[in-house]
């Protein structure tokens, strides 16, 4: 089992800054992926940077050079920092895990933060 802890979300004026964290039950380096996914309103939830297998990380096309993921291992915390938000990144933020229990990969999602971007 991973419980999944965000925070960070809010308020921002488009061209603004936000750090969205997620706090892991257990330790990262037992967790295959983590990451961050967002869900607009009438729109399907879509991934917007995860880490995979270690340190790949992988980036949605709308969000690259603007958005970045990081880690401190030794606080189990997934950080995404978004730089030059924009109306349009307005959404749910979901911190999501994907971890082994024995041979099954099992998905896990955080309660959700929202992020509102005004123009």
């Known amino acids: 089992q991973v419980q999944l802890v965000e925070s960070g979300g809010g308020l921002v004026q488009s061209g603004g800054s936000l750090r969205l964290s997620c706090a892991a039950s257990?330790?990262?380096?037992?967790?295959?992926?983590m990451g961050w996914y967002r869900q607009a309103p009438g729109k399907e939830r879509e991934l917007v940077a995860t880490?995979?297998?270690?340190?790949?990380?992988n980036y949605a096309d709308s969000v690259k050079g603007r958005f970045t993921i990081s880690r401190d291992n030794a606080k189990n915390t997934v950080y995404l920092q978004m730089n030059s938000l924009e109306p349009e990144d307005t959404a749910v933020y979901y911190c999501?895990?994907?971890?082994?229990?024995?041979?099954?990969?099992?998905?896990?999602w955080g309660q959700g933060t929202q992020v509102t971007v005004s123009s």
């Open positions: 880490f995979t297998s270690g340190s790949i990380t």
């Open positions: 999501h895990a994907e971890a082994y229990g024995g041979t099954i990969l099992n998905e896990y």
């Open positions: 257990r330790s990262i380096f037992t967790i295959y992926a």
